[in-house]
């Protein structure tokens, strides 16, 4: 069992960066590979990066590339999304997400335990 609670979002305005991170429960979390998702009223969770369990491969969707980056601390059980250059397009409730796996997958169904998310609204 892995509980995650989010912090860090907030309003923002467009260019600007801001910093999500993720803090797990128990014991285990270096044996989950954990994922950053969004999801934008009216729209369907989308995948937005993912990094392995010892936190050398990540893997992002095309529309972050370059602007945001996850990274996480096994010995403080945390997992953050540093996101610059932010766009209108990027406003969405944002949740950190575990998956007992090797894959880094984009696939909501495979991420076992998530968080309650974090707003994260970026004005024009």
């Known amino acids: 069992q892995v509980q995650l609670v989010e912090s860090g979002g907030g309003l923002v305005q467009a260019g600007g960066s801001l910093g999500l991170s993720c803090a797990a429960s128990?014991?285990?979390?270096?044996?989950?590979?954990m994922g950053w998702f969004r999801q934008a009223p009216d729209k369907e969770r989308e995948f937005v990066a993912a990094?392995?369990?010892?936190?050398?491969?990540?893997r992002y969707t095309d529309s972050v590339k370059g602007r945001f980056t996850i990274s996480r601390d096994n010995a403080q059980n945390t997992v953050s999304l540093q996101m610059n250059s932010l766009k209108p397009e990027d406003t969405a409730v944002y949740y950190c997400?575990?998956?007992?796996?090797?894959?880094?997958?984009?696939?909501?169904?495979?991420?076992?335990?998530w968080g309650q998310g974090t707003q994260v609204t970026v004005s024009s």
């Open positions: 128990g014991r285990t979390f270096s044996t989950y590979v």
């Open positions: 997400a575990a998956a007992p796996r090797v894959a880094l997958s984009t696939t909501p169904r495979v991420y076992d335990y």
């Open positions: 990094i392995s369990r010892s936190g050398g491969n990540t």
